[in-house]
């Protein structure tokens, strides 16, 4: 059965909001934190570099943690863990 992405975008079940939610989040948060993993990388490549300011490089690394890990990361993990992990569920 084929579906269209207008049957797909407009849906009202929940199992499949949750998965439009999961795979459209994580893509764009792990843009936004790779975004950000290469503003550092470009800072560090050449000594003495004004790409960005010293401040502004620090918010730029802390900004690249707490989105990889709280909005890229977790929410894969938790779904790993309800959906993948079924048989250990008993133990938490």
Request: some cysteine; overall charge negative.
């Amino acid at each position: 059965m084929a579906l269209s992405y207008g049957i797909i975008l407009t849906t009202v079940d929940h199992k499949k909001i949750a998965i439009l939610y999961l795979v459209a989040g994580d893509f764009f948060f792990f843009l936004v934190g790779g975004i950000e993993a290469m503003f550092i990388r470009i800072q560090l490549a050449i000594p003495e570099s004004d790409f960005v300011s010293a401040g502004v490089y620090n918010e730029i690394m802390t900004m690249h943690g707490t989105t990889m890990i709280f909005l890229a990361a977790m929410p894969l993990f938790i779904c790993i863990n309800e959906c993948g992990c079924t048989n250990s569920n008993w133990c938490t």
